[in-house]
């Protein structure tokens, strides 16, 4: 049985909070949208769909000497994003700025890292954001990405990758942490 996993870089409780506080007012404003909880904010690296049975352990692996190669660094999360586009937007987040290369380079090595572990990985463009809500149709998003382009922004340092399984719950999907693996930390020898 094949698992449903991503790599992500987590934003720290400070940050959930705050940004909770913004956008919980807003959620009982637009009944057609299904608004993401605050215990799952993430920065996806890397999606893949189906990790084969024993295939996590070679990912892990793979991910601790990314990790390892990775220095922490800062992260922004500012101005509003839909997906695919405005007008019929199935997601609705933060985005973080064009060209940020820090993330989208950990994002590339997340990617490498399924595909040596012989895992097909999705290979979309990167876009880097996190998801605030969801629409299965598709809705018009340009009163929502003016309401997110006026809220602050946040940053913080990102000291670590994480890997997580997604799981069908039925209305949706949970989340588990995985694998945590610390940035620009070297990886432990076992035969040391």
Known sequence: ????????????????????SYVAPRREADRDLRW???????LTTSFMGHVGVGRDEYLEDHL????AGTQPFEVRIAGGIAFPNPVRARIIGLGVP??????ASLSAHCRTAASRAGIDVDGSRFVGHLTLAR???GVQATRWL?????FPGW??????????ESR?????????????????RPVADPYA
Do not use: C
């Open 155 to 164: 940053s913080w340092t990102a000291d670590e990758l994480v890997l997580i």
């Open 98 to 103: 064009v060209g940020h290369e820090p993330l």
């Open 168 to 184: 069908s719950t039925g209305y949706g999907f949970g989340y588990e942490v995985a694998a945590r693996f610390a940035l620009g």
């Open 36 to 42: 993401t909880r605050p215990e799952g904010w993430h």
């Open 135 to 137: 629409n299965s149709r």
């Open 146 to 150: 003016t309401v997110l382009d006026s």
């Open 1 to 20: 049985m094949s698992k449903r996993m991503f790599t992500a870089v987590l934003p720290p409780p400070e940050v959930i909070q705050e940004l909770d």
């Open 64 to 67: 601790a000497e990314v990790a």
